[in-house]
């Protein structure tokens, strides 16, 4: 069964936006077409069977003036939230005979009864009442073209409608617009710098939304309104919540409850906020590089629009999830940490809860596990600026601004990132769900061992790492990362090893020192207490091997080793941390 949506311009001038569903809710066409032939031809290969056409468009006009009963009764529930309908009556020409939408009904072969059982309807829908229910709006968006709406506004408004319905895809129904020509849509409506580009855009989209219309009529009709009958004229739209208020006009200082509301703020900040993003990446790569952490990469992004307009309007049980979604929505700068073993999660974990503040911290590892179940594991932290660099001039972006931050090692990141290309993007036919469940399952489990081993050969190796050669390869005078990684994880077997690039910088740091050869290395630590540095450094996290290396030197060489050229970057930390080393209580 098809679902489809007709914007049906009033006129054979103005294009009509065409759209078209799957039984899925999957977009499978989307168009614009002028006259009525257009129309019909580009309709028809969807219509043979089972359809409903929703046309945003009366069909039954029969009053001489004023409103039809319909448009009355849909105004008084409508008409504060600024969606209310156009009087409808026969004195206007268009509706003086036979109106365009019942025409094309008619040419198609479609019964027009909204009670009628029969396979292939039409059905007069409106689009603003439906986006008030079904995005919980305060108002409507004002996306159309009227007298006093610029281009900057109209553009922001739509695109605010194309993240609304995009966040359909977890709805019941749900509307999947994972086709490329709905990606060409939001493409032309975020870089139109015409209103006539704009209007392309709109009439393709409202169509999309009228087709969603009739598949939610279908599939939920007891959330559904029909006001009017087949004798007066009707019009067909999701139920207005009972507990929905409009949104007040011109309240100053008033909180942004609306959602919509809240999705045009977002998307007026959301620049800031993808900057911030990046200054978090760079906080949190410094903390794991001073303290010397092995980890793949640390990456991040700002929420989209889109994603955050989704989020807004969830619904569970037809009430919002969100009533506050810019305070409540707590992802909007989200960055991931990938290590290598699991170990290094609980590291990165430990080191963050000493440099920032965690305000929360769920292990969904451990949560799928308590559950008997393999399946997504990862560290999710939320967390902000310690008071320390909140007074800071260089955090000044990131003041106040929260981040979440998903700790996982490559496999727990391979697994995440398959299974939800696959499976949340809706590619996985119905009758083949329970099988793919049942190996998603398998290979987390897969996974979930495989980790665990690369776990116990490093924690091996750690254990009988063989003596490095002493012997230079090349006329490099440096020592080189393998020997010296190979020297360390013997010099300290409790420790962590540390990213593969860093041991390439220890051994320039070295090399300042005149240090050019493990012999000549092992000389110089030996006059370390560790016992004592150890607990004046008082670490509250797993400190890597080259951070551990790093602390040691500057034990033994104090500022000497601050002033080294390669440590210049990094001078005020090291003379802190050579303060808390010579403090002797």
């Known amino acids: 069964m098809y679902f489809i949506g007709v914007d049906l311009a009033w006129g054979v001038r103005r294009p009509t936006g065409l759209a078209v569903l799957d039984e899925e809710g999957r977009l499978v066409h989307v168009s614009a077409a002028t006259t009525d032939d257009e129309i019909i031809a580009a309709l028809e290969p969807y219509v043979a069977d089972d359809c409903l056409v929703a046309i945003d468009a009366p069909l039954i006009v029969t009053n001489p003036t004023g409103n039809r009963p319909a448009e009355a009764a849909l105004n008084k529930d409508f008409a504060r939230f600024d969606a209310g309908a156009h009087p409808t009556n026969t004195s206007k020409p268009e509706f003086s005979e036979q109106p365009r939408g019942a025409r094309i009904a008619a040419r198609l072969g479609l019964d027009m009864n909204p009670r009628s059982g029969r396979r292939r309807r039409a059905i007069e829908v409106y689009p603003h009442p439906a986006t008030v229910a079904l995005f919980r709006l305060g108002r409507t968006l004002k996306y159309k073209h009227k007298s006093g709406r610029d281009i900057d506004q109209l553009r922001a408004e739509l695109v605010v409608l194309l993240g609304l319905l995009e966040g359909l895809t977890s709805a019941d129904p749900p509307l999947l617009l994972d086709d490329p020509s709905w990606l060409a849509l939001r493409t032309a409506a975020e870089s139109a ?40 004229g009707y019009i067909v739209t999701p139920t207005l919540p009972d507990d929905l208020r409009p949104t007040p006009r011109g309240r100053a200082g008033a909180k942004i409850h609306d959602t919509a509301s809240a999705v045009r703020e977002y998307a007026a900040i959301q620049p800031t906020l993808q900057e911030a993003a990046d200054q978090y990446v760079e906080l949190v790569t410094s903390i794991l590089d001073d303290a010397g952490i092995n980890y793949l990469t640390v990456t991040s992004r700002a929420k989209s629009v889109a994603s955050f307009a989704a989020k807004a309007a969830r619904t569970v049980d037809g009430r919002q999830v969100f009533t506050d979604p810019l305070r409540q929505i707590t992802d909007q700068i989200g960055l991931r940490v990938i290590t290598y073993v699991r170990s ?15 305000l929360d911290d769920r292990d969904m590892g451990e949560e799928t596990a308590s559950e008997g179940r393999f399946g997504y594991a990862s560290r999710h932290l939320l967390v902000s600026l310690d008071a320390a660099r909140e007074g800071q001039a260089a955090y000044e972006l990131l003041r106040g601004r929260q981040a979440q931050i998903q700790i996982r090692t490559v496999l727990q990141h391979a697994w995440a990132e398959f299974e939800h290309d696959i499976r949340y993007k809706g590619t996985i036919p119905s009758e083949h769900v329970p099988d793919f469940d049942r190996r998603f399952t398998l290979a987390a489990g897969l996974l979930e061992l495989a980790d665990r081993e690369f776990s116990t050969i490093r924690d091996r190796l750690r254990e009988g790492v063989p003596a490095a050669s002493t012997e230079a390869l090349d006329d490099d005078p440096r020592i080189s990362p393998r020997e010296l990684a190979a020297f360390l994880a013997g010099q300290y077997a409790d420790a962590g090893w540390s990213r593969t690039d860093h041991y390439g910088w220890i051994s320039g740091v070295i090399l300042e020192l005149g240090i050019t050869s493990l012999t000549e290395l092992g000389e110089a ?53 050579l303060a808390k080393m010579r403090d002797s209580d």
């Not at 290094?344 to 965690?358: E, M, P, S, T």
């Not at 790093?550 to 500022?559: E, N, P, T």
């Open 525 to 577: 630590l030996r006059s370390v207490d560790e016992e004592t540095l150890m607990a004046r450094m008082d670490y509250r996290y797993p400190p890597g091997a080259v951070r551990r290396l790093d602390d040691a030197l500057l034990w033994v060489y104090g500022d000497t080793y601050v002033g080294l050229r390669a440590n210049a970057h990094r001078e005020p930390g090291l003379r802190a941390r």
């Open 193 to 232: 710098v015409r209103k006539s580009e704009l209007r392309a855009v709109e009439d393709q989209v409202d169509a999309v939304l009228c087709a969603y219309i009739g598949l939610f009529a279908t599939r939920a009709p007891e959330r559904t309104t029909t006001y009017g009958d087949f004798a007066t």
């Open 344 to 358: 290094d999660v609980q590291a990165v974990a430990d080191l963050l809860d000493d440099q920032v503040v965690v």
